[in-house]
């Protein structure tokens, strides 16, 4: 070809400065511009939270790539403070206009990238236009917010919405000092993250660090004075704030698209294929606009995630220069540390996996994230969700202030390549004292798992148990701890409850009732896991233990304190199941 | 079967008891009895350095499950103090001895399993059975070494070898007040499991940290003073020493097993198939004394870690009670601290990929363990090791203050999936500012062997640019950074050296030699490898970038720090290549 290649991408966040910068090294030649409707570029979004949490504290900070540097060093044209109108297919060319001066001009391409984001959902009610009520989306976002804090004006805060953003901010805003309350409308927080047991450790912790958190409550609308929001308002009361944070999610950016007619997804995004073409061959599209694909049930999802949108770059700009790239998907994989708690999940909720039509099997494991005989070993719950048929891992999720991160990224390489949970058992994960225990957590908790499937031991997580005490259901709950633990803590059931020492069970076996439903506790589920072989070896056949005892206990009840707050572990903890 | 079925375990460290707990677990009924020489069980071995160390205090800590709770809980015998002296495998039955009282008796099995373990390998030589000359291996050693160190009447140690655990005692002691020097045979340390770039990186850190290393170098014989060792006597040169820890590795205890007319396998391991049975039936074996298989190149290794000794007893106590479970083998994985360093491996090291025959594409990767922006952020240099053919990893190094641990449980997961460089590229790992970048040092590091897989770029190690240094080859050392960059440190080169800012490059191009060998290099790569892809366009062929530029110059020349003290990052490098 003569005429340069001319490759047009609107969007200067993650995706479009990453598939500029990509094109731009797979193509010395190729006319580059990046179309910026703000004047930052290639900016730090998923700091914002910690800016306005001031634990971020100079702005610059927030400039990955300084707006210089593309034309300096990459040869790639930023015209920032610039927006894309419409989208002429047929000839190939953008409408853009300044965004101070309001000029117009036409951009033309041979290769055009969508990256055109998404935005927070607002909610449309009464008293939603009062200002204080912001999101915190863009980099004025942010601005705006600091500007409020450090004002000292702020008070109270309400974050609607208790997700990944929402959250963070609102780690930050009670170190700043302000009174800060989550309300969420589902059951807990982070609903479409993580299951219930998970939750409830991490909200615990969360309400201990001084964030109110009010969930399965609805806001209503809100109340002003003088044009400022004062109060929220719930279907289940009103809450102060001076402050309102709308964090209930986010939509894909599609208008520029859908003008045009490139196809939309029914979740609301555009549409690529695996090359992350369009439904136009010229253009692309990737970030947090575009529909994804689940890895594990190749359906359509929606996951904006920096992460993601960078390698969306990556491969977009590799194929508008010639090259023939594929994505394989998303795992929703996500991370977020509330306070010094770590929270992280892969893959499928236990909901959403049975949501999918699989028959699950699930564990929860209480352990620690390196030698319990080594300093400094800290507590991390892990959960496991696995095809009971296949034995394939489809999810996992962690909490606690132990290392979760390496979890999570081990169950995702995992996951990927379709683990099952004999793979994970048996991985060879790096050991010493320092990083792990000889048997990881991720180890344990495949091999619990395994015991189920195998049909050596059932067990009821605690929802589950805690259903059956409210319920007051006829079972049989066996503490086999010692006396003295069972007088620091226990489980309060309105039926028939037992404590005998695992060392004692085979010699007072004639205390455990037949016929009736057994529940064995200890205080990780180490000692339950052995007493339940004991008595189902002993012709016991309705016996099953509770899924991480005490340890994942989560519900306030008879002095069971937080797992990271409980003193001693068993010894036999690091000895796995 | 009427009778009870009686396992008979030999060794109480880690595979041992864990096979035991395995089989009480899935066998209520069998008679279980553990014989272990020592009076200890179950002990931390991968504490011994930590408490010698003085990391550890309380020699307790270091029994990983208390001997009573064996009977107690899982009604195990423990037959500690007791040896096992012979196998008689036509009649089933084990010779045993009491180690304090030298009472002999016979014990029966009908599934025998052998956790026999390891022991370091001594060396032969004038002054060898001095005072003073010891190693770390039991418990005994660990308080013998203590008391010693603890007794303040030792200045000076020599560490014979440079291995795992050599260097984990060696750092524990600098940091008692100990002069320490660690004497290695080969060319750098841990040299069977690192590679020059990141082994030298570390050695400066150790260097810097108050610990001697020489390399290169071998121990001839000691020198004492009545009975009690002086000086160490090396090929170069006497070293004073009052205690001598010999590390120079260690071989599978088979004895009882060759004696018993056990197949021992070429490496000198008890030889024994994917369900971990001996060449007899009735005979298992696992933890230090077998041969593994790698699960890269299947051929037999020896592995002596205490996870896979874990992995390997639960396996065991599966397969004695009537499973039928496999071991898949191991990837030689590595973690170790070292002062605020993290250093570790999976997989085959350069050299060993080579010697399997491979033709290798590696990469050295300066990053950061998280988000630039967030602080905090420790460095980390990463060396991945590909199959050149197929793109498969073959193994991966890391070396730094960040986070090392999580990247090599990510390599090795993929790993043990076959994972190639795309897919490794396109992981959805957990991605938060606290915990990593948008793109991983990982996602980086596979996408750098992509791009020199697609021959986009080439690139030299820093080795072979040292070489060409040291040999006056002619080629031009181009340096893309900018003049105050190089003010502050530069790669010193005999011949030819260039300095032209990226940004200038293309007005300047008549300054570069076309003919020449060009080497490129910046801070950390990512310019380097912008001015080689513009290079290549206005045609020049023999350009390469220095892999890792300073940040992974592993020599001391003008005034280049190690990459953990180097100061600002190039504001680009989140941006990956």
Redesign the interface.
Known sequence: MTAKHKIVVIGGT?CG??AA?RS???D??ADITIIEQTEYV?S?T??FP?YVGG??TQRK??????PA?FK????INLLSNTRAMEIDRQKQKVRICGVQNGQESWIEYDKLILATGSSPIGLSCEGSKLKGICSLWTMFDALKLRELVDGRKIKSAVFVGAG?IGL?VAEGLVAQGLQVTVVEALDWILPKLIDFEIAAYAERHLKKSGLQIIAGTSVVCFEGEDGWVKKVITDKGKIDADLVVMAIGTRPNVQLAADAGLAIGSLGGINVNLFLRTSDPNIYAGGDCVENVS?ITQKKMLAP???????HG?IIGTNVTGGSET???????????LFDY?V?R?GLTQEQAKAEGYDVETCLIPGLDH?????GARKVLLKLIVDKKTGKVLGGQGVGMG?I??R???L???I??Q?TVE?L????????????S???PV?NAA?VIRNKQSG?AKGFVPAEVQKKITAGEDFVLLDVRSPQEKENCYIEASKQTLLIP??EL?TRLAEVPRGTEIIIYCQTSN?A??AL??L??KGYENVRFLDGSIAAWPYETAGIKPYAEQSGLP??L????
Chains 1, 2 share one sequence.
């Open positions: 993650a400065p990453k910068a731009r090294r797979c010395q030649q290639s730090a998923c700091g910690y634990r971020i900070s927030l400039d990955v790539v300084a540097y300096k060093n990459m040869n990944l963070e890895r995630m920096g992460s993601t949108a960078n390698k990556r994505f394989p998907g998303v795992l929703g994989t996500a991370v977020v540390k770590n992280g892969v030698a319990a005989y080594y300093p290392d991160a390496k999570i990224d081990v995702a390489t995992a990927s390549f683990s793979d058992a048996n991985l060879d994960l790096a050991y010493a004292p320092p990083y792990n000889a048997i990881d180890h091999n050596m695992l060392p085979c000692r896991y052995q072989r004991i189902k070896e010894i036999a690091d000895n796995g199941i």
